[in-house]
């Protein structure tokens, strides 16, 4: 099944050639809220498709994202009536990841609990927009979240100094990969949208500035193009994660995923909103 949906593209204008885009995130006074961002979307239609049933032809090493079924052995919720267990889900997610990819080291660096229509919803405050208390909401914006130059930097932020001397001497293969669950219910309004790598052209990619107080990192934003080829899971449920790809030192297969979430055409306004949580982790094996 194909559904036409529309996408938030970076717009595609001069001025990046001169100045280059950014977003500040964390709080602004009131006289700097103006310079916050200088980016510019512009909303087009693009088909997606959805791969439900071909779930198994994929695999993130050769298409750059995957769908795997894993319940989760932890329980994470939205909903405060249960438990907060983000940390052990964290050392879970962490400890599958390593063997999945039979790993040296896993390294979970960042989480993002996510609910569709919190949009504004904690404009004012500051530092912790993304935790289970204050979800953060979902993106309609084409990206990728890692440069192929940031990438191996973000990596170095998160390791000790013998880390960095250990694993980016060129003797280990970086990636950086995210692992998207819904959580409480299967997802029917804003799921996540994977463009195949193959089909983004280098001219696509729009560099641009992620600054907080705690680190200045770079992300790519897509321009828009007919020639994407974008696909979905229909009705993923939390027991199943979204397995992609953020960065990869390797110098062959895909470096990267592209993703975005998208309004379902049947959501309506009784249509339950999406939650989900997001796990970014540095997944560090052998090269070659």
């Not at 036409?4 to 700097?32: M, N, R, T």
């Not at 208390?133 to 390791?159: C, E, F, I």
């Not at 995210?178 to 089909?199: G, M, Q, T």
């Not at 790809?245 to 309506?268: E, I, M, R, V, W």
């Amino acid at each position: 099944m194909s559904l036409e949906v529309k996408f938030q593209y970076i717009a595609d204008c001069p001025e990046w050639a001169e100045s280059k885009p950014y977003y500040i995130s964390g709080p602004l006074d009131a006289a700097h809220e103006r310079m916050r961002t200088n980016l510019k979307y512009q909303s087009y239609d693009q088909i997606v498709t959805d791969l439900r049933g071909r779930e198994d032809k994929l695999r993130m090493e050769k298409d750059g994202f995957e769908l795997v079924n894993y319940p989760t052995p932890v329980p994470v919720s939205l909903d405060y009536s249960v438990q907060d267990l983000t940390s052990d889900y964290l050392v879970a997610t962490s400890k599958w990841l390593q063997e999945r990819f039979n790993a040296e080291k896993v390294l979970c660096y960042a989480y993002r609990y996510r609910k569709t229509g919190s949009e504004g919803e904690w404009e004012g405050t500051a530092h912790d927009i993304g935790t289970r208390v204050k979800p953060d909401s979902s993106t309609a914006s084409p990206h990728v979240d890692q440069t192929l130059d940031g990438g191996l930097r973000r990596a170095q932020r998160h390791m000790t100094d013998e880390e960095v001397s250990k694993y980016l001497n060129g003797d280990w293969r970086i990636r950086i990969v995210n692992i998207w669950r819904p959580l409480d219910h299967p997802v029917e309004d804003s799921p996540l949208a994977f463009c195949d790598y193959k089909s983004i052209d280098s001219s696509d990619l729009i560099a641009a500035d992620r600054v907080s107080e705690q680190y200045a990192g770079e992300v790519y934003y897509l321009r828009y193009n007919q020639g994407q080829q974008w696909h979905w899971f229909s009705n993923q449920t939390p027991d199943e994660i979204a397995l992609f790809l953020s960065y990869d030192s390797h110098p062959q297969g895909p470096k990267f995923c592209a993703h975005a979430s998208f309004k379902h055409p049947d959501a309506t306004g009784d249509t339950i909103k999406r939650h989900s949580v997001e796990v970014r982790s540095i997944v560090i094996t052998r090269a070659g």
